[in-house]
């Protein structure tokens, strides 16, 4: 199965509310990175939290990692609709090397 | 943040056609790139993985003889899919990046491919 493993898998929150993306791994990671794709499109990247960092912060976003729970959550405030994309974790991790490992992704949907 | 221009954006080939996308990093030196294949509402699955100079290193299941890749440059990769049948049809993705870890990964802005 997959590293990273995104849940909710489809969100679907009013605009103006907060919108909380959980992404779980399996093993030893170097960082975690989030993305955003809106469709048919590339990935932007969003956060790299390192492994030794808890969290982070970038405009309206906020990254946690708990490696103890080998876990990260990406919270959206005050979201727009212009937010409306699918999120993905990946996972830079020490057993992978060099390559990064996506998770399923979370679509977020923000209504308008 | 940097880029990394792919190209072409949308192609329809034939089947039994060749087809080649490119994979650029505009204003830095990408000493990994990436190829990655995504199906509709799921997410990246890692083809393979390309240092520059050296043979790309494919996942299991991928097929090295039917996806080419070659890392000519610092600053291009390219993904030729041979032969291509209508199953090859997906949306393919790089990225690539200058460091080893700890940095993060530039994507292209991907290739709709459609076989017909």
């Known amino acids: 199965s997959q590293q990273g493993e995104e849940d909710p898998q489809a969100l679907s929150i009013q605009e103006g509310e907060n919108a909380t993306m959980n992404c779980s791994y399996k093993?030893?990671?170097?960082?975690l990175q989030w993305y955003r794709q809106n469709s048919g499109r590339g990935l932007v990247h969003l956060i790299l939290?390192?492994?030794?960092?808890r969290e982070k912060h970038s405009g309206r976003l906020r990254v946690t990692l708990d490696t103890s729970k080998k876990s990260s959550s990406l919270l959206i405030t005050a979201s727009r609709a212009a937010d409306t994309a699918s999120y993905f974790c990946?996972?830079?991790?020490?057993?992978?090397?060099?390559?990064?490992?996506f998770g399923p992704g979370t679509r977020l949907s923000v209504l308008p | 943040g940097a880029v990394v221009s792919q190209h072409p954006s949308r192609v329809i080939c034939k089947s039994g056609t060749s087809v080649k996308i490119e994979c650029r990093s505009l204003d830095f030196q990408a000493t990994t790139m990436f190829w990655y294949r995504q199906f509709p509402k799921q997410s990246l699955m890692l083809m393979a993985t390309?240092?520059?100079?050296?043979?790309?290193?494919?996942e299991q299941g991928v097929e090295k003889d039917k996806f080419l890749i070659n890392h000519a440059s610092l600053t291009l990769s390219t993904l030729t899919v041979t032969s291509a049948h209508p199953e090859d049809s997906s949306f393919y993705i790089c990225?690539?990046?200058?460091?080893?870890?700890?940095?993060?990964?530039?994507f292209g802005q991907g290739t709709r491919l459609t076989v017909v």
């Open positions: 990946a996972t830079d991790g020490i057993d992978y090397g060099q390559n990064f490992v």
């Open positions: 990225s690539a990046r200058a460091g080893v870890s700890n940095t993060e990964a530039f």
């Open positions: 939290i390192r492994s030794n960092e």
């Open positions: 093993t030893s990671i170097n960082n």
């Open positions: 390309s240092n520059e100079g050296s043979k790309a290193t494919y």
